[in-house]
């Protein structure tokens, strides 16, 4: 079964603004993490929020977490022509198995 | 460049047939995490392996197996290759002791096309 559902499934900005992405999962977690992936190619880790966590920065990224309502965002400032990827949410369960689950992915487009 | 190898990039074989994959994780990375993934199932977990031991399991079919070996590479061998099991496949690698509590590290991918 799916854990994190990413929303939008696609959007299209304009260069230079903010781009605002949504993840919601269903079990407790240990920690989200969010990763961009160029066309056909390999992921890239971008930030690591732990479940004791609300708020993360990292460069124009910034990411919170609520546990509550068992969801994250991802926001993207200043957006630029090198962020068009698609950008995935994965969680990691708080249960014996310890897996990592990925969601669909949201695609972004920044228009020139 | 993620410091994680995959080989082949591109695979093209037949229905029927056996492939293998292989995956060179990044120095000091004692964990490896196997994903397929395509069009209409995304991202899917496969398989983790922990410094040689199977550590968790995902949607990984029973035609497909995993092992990782003494110098840490893995290999992922798919067999009674289906056209549904056209896909990238990627490998990915971690520090830590085994839990995916860690960022990953992917590889560039394998394309496997089965005609």
């Known amino acids: 079964s799916q854990q994190g559902e990413e929303d939008p499934q696609a959007l299209s900005i304009q260069e230079g603004e903010n781009a605002t992405m949504n993840c919601s999962y269903k079990t407790s977690i240990n920690n989200l993490q969010w990763y961009r992936q160029n066309s056909g190619r390999g992921l890239v880790h971008l930030i690591l929020?732990?479940?004791?966590?609300r708020e993360k920065h990292s460069g124009r990224l910034r990411v919170t977490l609520d546990t509550s309502k068992k969801s994250s965002s991802l926001l993207i400032t200043a957006s630029r022509a090198a962020d068009t990827a698609s950008y995935f949410c994965?969680?990691?369960?708080?249960?014996?198995?310890?897996?990592?689950?990925f969601g669909k992915g949201t695609r972004l487009h920044i228009l020139p | 460049d993620s410091g994680v190898t995959q080989t082949p990039k591109h695979l093209i074989t037949a229905t029927g047939q056996r492939v293998t994959l292989r995956c060179s994780p990044r120095s000091g990375d004692l964990s490896v995490y196997w994903y397929q993934q395509s069009l209409d199932q995304g991202l899917q977990f496969l398989i983790q392996?922990?410094?040689?031991?199977?550590?968790a399991k995902g949607n990984i079919l029973e035609r497909f197996s995993a092992q990782q070996f003494p110098d840490l590479h893995s290999e992922l061998n798919l067999s009674s290759l289906e056209l549904g099991d056209s896909a990238l496949y990627f490998c990915?690698?971690?520090?830590?002791?085994?839990?995916?509590?860690?960022?990953?590290?992917f590889g560039p991918g394998t394309r496997l096309t089965v005609l």
């Open positions: 392996y922990y410094n040689g031991e199977e550590r």
């Open positions: 990915a690698s971690s520090p830590g002791r085994g839990r995916p509590y860690n960022e990953q590290f």
């Open positions: 929020i732990r479940s004791n966590e």
């Open positions: 994965a969680t990691v369960e708080m249960n014996r198995d310890d897996k990592i689950i």
